[in-house]
């Protein structure tokens, strides 16, 4: 079987092309969503979804600093009484939102989250009653799923570890970004190892069966030897998981200020110490799951992907959590900017039970869209995406049938293993493709969810 058919592109005069283009954590964006002035009923819309493997996750939009290279919908600390009233509108919205999912056919949840921000913001009693949201409202068996939760190490005490580790929380995911001190301030992430290794003990002792440490590569002056340094100081650990993630200079957060033109300097930094990252951990016991995502090769196995929310079926609490039937993806407003961000998390805390019944912001997913997200969530995933199971989805095509030229361009350029044909054919990245994963993902957005994108007003 060849996967890899169509015409090749033109040949354009050689320019610099960074491998940075952008993280696809989920697609179509957030910033391709827009207000739906119909706001459907979300009794409607899940009405003839599927309910019984259901992922759910819930939002916490608060840190105690805002980190130079965050994008994500958080605030910096919270007024008195704002996480309370938050966690009371959270329980307006999951008791507004487990209606809307009737009682009609089993409505179960196969795996659970808490995310941000820092869900560790919360005090251990918010922690406990974030559990009973997601337990006694939305009707999740917490003890029985993956449940994963975000937590920064000043934030990781002992007492917070202990409600977590009660409820069932499988998956710890500390952001720690640098063991390096001074690299830690360059990236605007002000911490003293010290601190963090004290984190990560607490963490150990709460018996949470899956350790993760976030650490971010291509920070001012950064070395292969203290990124070397880094990576030991979390090997140490022995963590289950290691996510490696790029340094990027977005937009409107604090290092933003520095963002500017194409650096082709800064990419090969980035590129030599993804390479420096990657050997290290495959030559310490660890299998690349994705150009991010490394798993010891011991380690208990986990179910369902943490990072579900690439799959069908998932209810997101929280006003910047995002929800996806099979054919809408809705949200709340977004926003990167403190103002913004503030206004709308007001906004959220403000509004009655009714409102929650409603989609607000969204973008439909039609047939080409749902292709072009299942290529993306399984290309860019070490495993690749079996042929047979695209033929299932999508009437027996096969992605060179959609995506013939953009697939082509990719094995120009050394990033597609040559298909093997047979029942349990696979297109795959090469070590190199998985290297330029951020190439490749903005590549397969449409010219629709990149024309909402491009024009998006950022805030
Ligand atoms: S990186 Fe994490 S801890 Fe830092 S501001 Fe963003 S959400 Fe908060």
């Given at each position: 079987m060849t996967a890899v058919t169509g015409p090749l592109p033109r040949t354009e005069p050689a320019r610099h092309v960074s491998p940075y283009q952008s993280y696809v954590y989920a697609y179509p964006h957030k910033t391709a969503y827009r207000k739906m002035a119909d706001r459907p009923r979300l009794r409607t819309l899940w009405a003839t979804e599927p309910k019984d493997t259901l992922s759910l996750y819930l939002h916490i939009p608060f840190c105690e600093v805002r980190c130079g290279f965050c994008n994500l919908f958080t605030r910096i600390g919270a007024p008195d009484g704002l996480t309370g009233a938050y966690l009371d509108a959270l329980e307006r919205q999951a008791t507004a939102v487990r209606d809307a999912l009737g009682d009609s056919e089993p409505v179960r949840f196969a795996?659970?989250?808490?995310?941000?921000?820092?869900?560790?913001?919360?005090?251990?009693?918010?922690?406990?009653?974030?559990?009973?949201?997601?337990?006694?409202?939305?009707?999740?068996?917490?003890?029985?799923?993956?449940?994963?939760?975000?937590?920064?190490?000043?934030?990781?005490?002992?007492?917070?570890?202990?409600?977590?580790?009660?409820?069932?929380?499988?998956?710890?995911?500390?952001?720690?970004?640098?063991?390096?001190?001074?690299?830690?301030?360059?990236?605007?992430?002000?911490?003293?190892?010290?601190?963090?290794?004290?984190?990560?003990?607490?963490?150990?002792?709460?018996?949470?069966?899956?350790?993760?440490?976030?650490?971010?590569?291509?920070?001012?002056?950064?070395?292969?030897?203290?990124?070397?340094?880094?990576?030991?100081?979390?090997?140490?650990?022995?963590?289950?998981?290691?996510?490696?993630?790029?340094l990027y200079i977005r937009p409107l957060t604090g290092l933003g200020r520095r963002a500017g033109d194409a650096d082709p300097a800064w990419d090969a930094q980035r590129l030599r110490l993804y390479r420096v990252g990657r050997d290290h951990l495959l030559a310490h016991g660890y299998e690349q799951q994705s150009m991010r995502m490394f798993r010891r090769a011991d380690a208990p196995p986990q179910g369902t992907d943490d990072y579900a929310c690439q799959t069908d079926g998932m209810i997101g609490l929280g006003c910047g959590a995002r929800s996806y039937t099979a054919g809408l993806h809705y949200s709340f407003d977004y926003a990167v900017g403190m103002h913004e961000i503030r206004s709308i998390i007001d906004d959220y805390v403000s509004r009655p039970a009714a409102d929650f019944a409603h989609a607000e912001y969204g973008r439909p997913m039609d047939a080409d869209e749902a292709r072009r997200r299942h290529l993306l969530q399984s290309l860019l995933q070490a495993e690749g995406l079996p042929l047979a199971d695209y033929a299932g989805r999508f009437d027996g095509r096969a992605p060179a049938d959609d995506f013939g030229p953009e697939l082509a361009r990719f094995a120009s350029l050394g990033w597609l293993e040559p298909v093997e044909p047979g029942a349990s054919a696979t297109l795959r990245l090469t070590p190199e493709g998985l290297a330029h994963s951020d190439a490749i993902g903005p590549e397969l957005f449409s010219p629709a969810v990149r024309a909402a994108m491009a024009a998006y007003e950022r805030k």
């Open positions: 795996t659970a989250a808490f995310g941000g921000g820092t869900p560790t913001f919360l005090t251990a009693a918010e922690l406990e009653r974030l559990c009973d949201i997601a337990e006694h409202r939305m009707g999740a068996d917490l003890r029985a799923v993956p449940l994963s939760v975000e937590a920064s190490p000043a934030t990781a005490s002992a007492d917070r570890l202990e409600v977590l580790a009660a409820r069932g929380t499988t998956r710890l995911s500390l952001g720690v970004q640098s063991f390096d001190d001074t690299e830690a301030r360059a990236a605007v992430r002000p911490q003293r190892r010290a601190d963090v290794e004290a984190a990560l003990g607490r963490v150990r002792d709460a018996r949470i069966p899956v350790l993760n440490i976030d650490l971010i590569y291509g920070i001012d002056g950064q070395t292969d030897a203290s990124w070397l340094r880094s990576l030991d100081a979390a090997l140490a650990w022995r963590p289950e998981e290691l996510y490696l993630y790029p």
